[in-house]
């Protein structure tokens, strides 16, 4: 259960936390690992995780990438019937969607998302990179390409910038989670241990 907010517009913040404890837990841990052993990879720690080929992690986490995405369609189209309006619901909204789509990522690199200061970090890293990736200045003035940006993102929202953003956000979120796991790679460990199946010895 998470429970530290964040000091973004705390009545939506806790709202956001809310939901999002409500999507990790209908989206468990064990779920997202049980995926491997469908492919014939006995995956019980998330340290076993870092004996996988490269291959099988990035094809799970392509596949989380599909599913999220499908929720970030459907913040879009909310946020169209919002109106001018959608900004404000559909902003914080997609902030929790990649903060859930991040923390399933994390777990299908075998990377510990429990860990409630990775998760204090990992929230305040979206936002900001979201703001800068929507054209929103933080933490210096904008320039007046970025202030364009800004004012078309607030006019067309629900029309796709902020799909655009996510992508850019989540990308840069997957490469670091990628470095992680290959830090923690140990390849001549696969097919060593007892944990490990292969999937010709699945078959």
């Not at 076993?48 to 799970?60: C, F, G, N, S, T």
Request: hydrophobic share 45%.
């Amino acid at each position: 259960m998470i429970r530290t907010p964040t000091i973004y517009w705390p009545i939506l913040d806790h709202a956001g936390l809310r939901t999002l404890n409500w999507l990790l837990d209908h989206h468990p841990k064990d779920a997202v690992l049980s995926w491997y052993g469908q492919q014939g990879y006995a995956v019980r720690t998330l340290g076993d995780v870092w004996q996988l080929p490269e291959a099988v992690v990035e094809e799970r986490v392509s596949r989380l990438r599909e599913h999220w995405r499908r929720w970030l369609f459907g913040e879009s189209a909310a946020a169209l019937f919002v109106g001018p309006a959608g900004l404000l619901v559909g902003g914080p909204v997609l902030s929790v969607i990649l903060l859930a789509w991040a923390v399933e990522m994390g777990w299908a690199y075998g990377l510990d998302m429990a860990s409630p200061d990775r998760i204090d970090n990992l929230r305040r890293t979206i936002h900001q990179s979201l703001l800068r990736a929507l054209g929103f200045p933080v933490g210096t003035h904008g320039t007046r390409s970025r202030w364009g940006r800004m004012i078309g993102t607030v006019l067309f929202w629900g029309f796709g910038p902020e799909l655009k953003a996510a992508d850019q956000v989540m990308a840069e979120i997957r490469a670091a989670f990628r470095a992680e796991w290959q830090d923690r790679h140990s390849p001549t460990n696969y097919g060593s241990s007892p944990r490990i199946l292969c999937n010709s010895e699945h078959s």
